[in-house]
């Protein structure tokens, strides 16, 4: 019997939060650029970004060995600051039945947050919920917002015109 599961965590982050939400929206392909020792590299494979059925190819490395996994985007949801990603194909699946990354991001006071969940489906009780995918994208979270800090102001500012 397959057994459903959601798991989230919010990361605290310091730049403004619609830079994480249109870095991953119209240029995920630049994560890599952020966060090198994480994401190998991100292809668009069918579709245009940031387009609801829009197929993603992600390279990355998890628990020490180099990944790949194919992702449609279902959702893009501008006003929530959302984008639902469902894994399609990939080295996840080989685990997991299924499962989706959901990205929001939050202001709450004044703090702004990238939020991740991760809703996932797997064939037994024996196997774990997926919390290192979850490390991993927080971990991206954190090095893209210490990668846009670091950036000159101006290209801050242009970034989220």
Not at 22 to 47: M, N, Q, W, Y
Not at 102 to 127: C, P, Q, Y
């Amino acid at each position: 019997m397959a057994i459903t599961g959601k798991i989230t965590r919010a990361v605290e982050i310091k730049c403004h939060r619609h830079q994480v939400f249109e870095l991953f929206k119209h240029r995920p392909h630049d994560t890599s650029v952020a966060d090198p020792e994480t994401i190998e590299a991100c292809h668009l494979i069918s579709g245009e970004w940031g387009v609801p059925g829009a197929v993603v190819q992600w390279f990355y490395y998890h628990d020490g060995k180099k990944e790949t996994v194919k992702e449609i985007i279902e959702e893009v949801d501008d006003e929530l600051h959302k984008i639902v990603f469902k894994v399609i194909e990939g080295d996840i699946l080989e685990v997991y039945n299924s499962m989706s990354f959901i990205l929001t991001t939050r202001d709450v006071g004044d703090k702004k947050f990238v939020i991740w969940t991760i809703e996932f489906e797997k064939a037994n009780a024996s196997i774990p919920d997926p919390i290192s995918y979850l490390d991993l994208v927080c971990g991206l979270a954190r090095n893209i917002d210490a990668h846009f800090l670091n950036l000159h102001p101006s290209i801050i500012l242009e970034t989220i015109r």
